[in-house]
């Protein structure tokens, strides 16, 4: 009689699960056979799973363990054809559309797996990379043969000197920062243009230019490598002592201070030149290592907008003011040494901050009370066209 009433009780749990499961699960029917062994006392004792996976809906289980020594011992007396039934009554049924879907979209995810398809196949590689690896391609080349012709050409020209050891690190170490400190006035710059836009139409609802739209999506990429060819350049700098014409110049320039007659080197105004603008070097190295780390997407979901707008915008900002004061402060007094412009070119670091300037002088022109209010209120929803329909159809009145 125990054994009844726990059949029972076993029979009334399969019964509630099945009913769950339809009401969840409309599509598949857990309907059993009309059988009157389905919810016998002495149905099978096996465990039991219900698992659903049809168009990535979720799967659901329900597991009953029994005894495994019952499971294992038949029953006397049992017809082996009852175990069949009762197993068929508790499996879930699959229409042949179901299951023929379930297989085709096994079979294409292992294929795709396996074998990519001609779409993937010719897709193209770092859509979004295109544009700003151009830009960095079309300043570097540039740059690079303008130093080359001034710090190598130009000695071996004129006074016969061979100078082209200068080539893998001091001329490339004068193209890293001013190609670096130009694509990160490139980030900026076009947030400007579209402040002029809106402020000459006087509202944020007119579409930008597309060339203007593409160039806006491409300023994550544009400062990732910014920080990467800033990187670079402070990686070279290091290295400046470690190499060996460093060490011989040092050698002469010890001779020559012997041979003059001098006991002390220093020169005061050289000394807070280096200290300065090194320093503002890594200030500026610092706040690009952190907009970096926060156009990670992982990162940036985790802030809110307000948070991401202050750092890209602000921060921002800052970084590229600190950068051109690092590059001016390196000048120091060259920009009226006339030994500087080589074949009457100007040195590297007034063309490096050239651009910078302009993109800083606009942006303060924008931070004026006027301006900034105007601004605002046009990205808050203000249209002017709208207003002065309004204020016509006022007047009429």
Known sequence: MGRLKSGHQTCKVECGLRQRALESHP??????????????????????DFTVIFQGSFVMESRKTLDQDEVQKPEPGRNMGNHKDSNTDLQVTYTHEELAFFHLHQTHRFDEFEYPSDQHC???????????????????????????????????VTTNENTFYKIPILVVNKVLPVVSITLLALVYLPGILAAGFQLHYGTKYKRFPPWLNGWMLSRKQLGLLSFFFASMHACYSLCYPMRRSYRYKLLNWAYQQVKQKKENAWIEHDVWRMEIYVSLGILGLALLAILAVTSIPSVSHSLTWREFHY???????????????????????????????????????????????????????????????????????????????????????
């Open 27 to 48: 599509v598949l029917s857990l309907e059993p056979k009309p059988s009157a062994k389905s919810c016998s006392p002495y149905s099978i004792k096996s465990p039991i």
């Open 311 to 397: 750092i890209q915008s602000k921060m921002g900002y800052l970084a590229l003011l600190l950068c051109t004061i690092h590059t001016l402060v390196f000048a120091w007094n060259k920009w009226a040494d006339v030994n500087q412009f080589v074949w009457y070119t100007p040195p590297t670091f007034m063309i490096a901050v050239f651009l910078p300037i302009i993109v800083l002088l606009c942006k303060s022109v924008l931070l004026l009370p006027c301006l900034r209010k105007k601004i605002q209120k046009i990205r808050c929803g203000w249209d002017a066209n709208t207003e002065m329909n309004k204020t016509q159809m006022t007047s009429r009145l």
């Open 122 to 156: 010719r897709g193209d590689l770092f859509p979004k990379w295109h544009l700003p690896l151009k830009i960095a391609s079309i300043s570097s080349l540039p740059i690079f043969i303008y130093t080359f012709l001034r710090d190598v050409v130009h000695p071996f």
